[in-house]
């Protein structure tokens, strides 16, 4: 794979990512649902009703920016997830459900620089998310009357998030993968939900710390020794799924 | 002289048998070699083998003296195709397919503006240049795809029933653009339900059934249905005779 044929891909994939409507729908379904969900918490703390305090736990519970940034990074990583996994699945299963793979045969641009070009694509689709949310969740921090933000809340919400969503969009690629064998958008959208329920599942369960799923969200919850060796143990998961996706590309056949 | 395209005993079976059985065919440069057949006969299975699109189960494909299994982007960047889906995205305008499939097929940026506003004027796109694709009609879509697969004067060229929805100016568009291909020296594989239009675009025609060629058709003859249906007559009865002997 040449250095232009990936360069030639990505700049392809990006502009797919710019023009589609999936990309952008994702997009703004991320940013306005996690901003949205934690002002709804903080305003919830706000009304007082103890009932609601006891369910929002401790740290969401006490209100103010500690508040409604917790919440924010407990929401983004269920629904960054969610967000991830839809478009990873678009952006492989579509090329067959549409017809367009046979296109991407018989080309000076391989298929390994396609799917190259796809994961590259996600990555930076996905920082462009974490930056706008970031601006949006501060924005509207000061917009619900929380007044101005600590530097230690502004370090969590510049520090946490970015890696928050990353490493979410790294463990959703497994649906890249079985959007191409499977040969369709279903087959990644459906690893998605298996994915987030069962990380949600086994977090509420106690476990969790051994899930690559789970871990993103597991560090920036508490960030700690442990749970960051965990995270970085968990990445060999995504990695083991881009080779798998990569020689799934290389190898196509369109014999199905 | 330039190299061609050949198949050398191909085979590419499925499940059931079906597929095709040591097909043996030479696209030189600088004709149009049209594949007829019925439905099923196996012409997509030879064109997605020379392709790339799947392994062949024995024999190879090449495509200018490369063993298609092996090319690489300086092959690829020569070959141009249509064959199953087009490589066209809805979200682009016809302008911004054409300006993808250039940059696909490795065209240096500076020619890109040339060959785009050329693929457009050959296949009467002018009137759609700035609209989304999914808005095109069919027949358009499948101009612009046949634009996307040639705009970079591709040497090889494999064309899976081209004419598939193209109004009869569309067809008249597309034989000249073909015709053109190969005066330039292309060697140009095409596939056609349609009789007429294969003769009148056609330098040599083989003919396929049951994933065996079986024979040739003189492109200028007279009678070119009847002859076609005479070949596949005659195939499926000596094929029946050889089955009965055998049971």
Not at chain 2, 113 to 135: C, I, K, M, N, W
Not at chain 2, 171 to 185: D, F, M, P, S, Y
Request: proline share 5%; with cysteine.
């Amino acid at each position: 794979m040449s250095g232009g044929a990936l360069r030639a891909a990505v700049a392809v994939e990006l502009r797919k990512s710019v023009r589609a409507r999936v990309p952008l729908v994702a997009a703004a379904l991320l940013v306005l649902g996690v901003v949205a969900i934690s002002a709804s918490a903080i305003a919830a703390v706000n009304a007082g009703p103890p009932e609601v305090l006891a369910k929002l736990g401790p740290v969401v519970g006490g209100g103010g920016w500690a508040g409604y940034v917790d919440a924010a990074l407990q929401v983004t990583g269920a629904a960054g997830a969610g967000a991830c996994g839809i478009l990873i699945s678009w952006s492989f299963g579509r090329e067959f459900s549409e017809g367009t793979i046979a296109g991407l045969f018989a080309l000076p641009v391989s298929r390994t620089a396609v799917a190259a070009a796809k994961l590259v694509a996600l990555f930076v689709w996905t920082a462009c998310v974490t930056a706008s949310l970031i601006a949006v969740l501060l924005t509207a921090g000061l917009l619900v009357g929380l007044g101005p933000p600590t530097a230690t809340d502004v370090g969590v919400v510049v520090g946490r998030i970015p890696v928050l969503l990353l490493a979410t969009a790294a463990m959703t690629v497994p649906a890249a993968w079985v959007s191409t064998i499977t040969r369709g958008l279903m087959g990644g959208i459906a690893t998605t939900v298996v994915l987030l329920a069962s990380a949600q599942v086994i977090v509420f369960s106690g476990g969790g710390a051994w899930f690559p799923p789970s871990a993103p969200a597991l560090w920036a919850l508490a960030p700690s020794p442990s749970t960051l060796v965990t995270l970085l143990w968990s990445l060999l998961f995504p990695a083991a799924a881009i080779i798998l996706t990569v020689v799934s590309w290389h190898r196509l056949q369109l014999d199905r | 002289m330039v190299q061609g395209m050949a198949l050398s005993g191909v085979s590419r079976t499925f499940a059931g048998g079906v597929g095709v059985h040591g097909v043996d065919l030479d696209i030189d440069a600088g004709q149009v070699h049209a594949l007829v057949g019925l439905n099923g006969a196996g012409k997509s299975t030879l064109m997605k083998v020379l392709l790339g699109m799947l392994r062949p189960t024995s024999g190879s494909a090449r495509i200018a003296g490369v063993p298609v299994r092996s090319a690489g982007a300086g092959v690829w960047s020569r070959v141009g195709h249509l064959v199953e889906g087009p490589l066209v995205y809805g979200e682009f305008t016809v302008r911004g397919n054409l300006e993808m499939s250039a940059a696909l097929h490795g065209v240096p940026r500076p020619r890109r503006a040339e060959l785009v506003d050329r693929g457009v004027v050959e296949f009467g796109l002018q009137p759609y240049t700035h609209r989304r694709a999914r808005s095109l009609s069919f027949g358009n879509k499948q101009r612009l795809a046949l634009a996307a697969a040639l705009h970079h004067d591709p040497d090889f060229v494999v064309l899976d029933e081209p004419t598939t929805g193209l109004d009869p100016a569309g067809t008249i568009l597309l034989r000249e653009r073909v015709r053109r291909c190969a005066g330039e020296g292309a060697a140009i594989l095409i596939s056609s339900h349609h009789l007429d239009e294969v003769s009148r675009v056609a330098d040599r025609i083989t003919v396929i059934n049951e994933g065996r060629l079986i024979g040739r058709l003189e492109p200028r003859g007279a009678e070119l249905e009847q002859a076609f249906f005479a070949l596949v007559l005659a195939d499926d009865e000596r094929r029946r005779a050889g089955e009965e002997a055998a049971s």
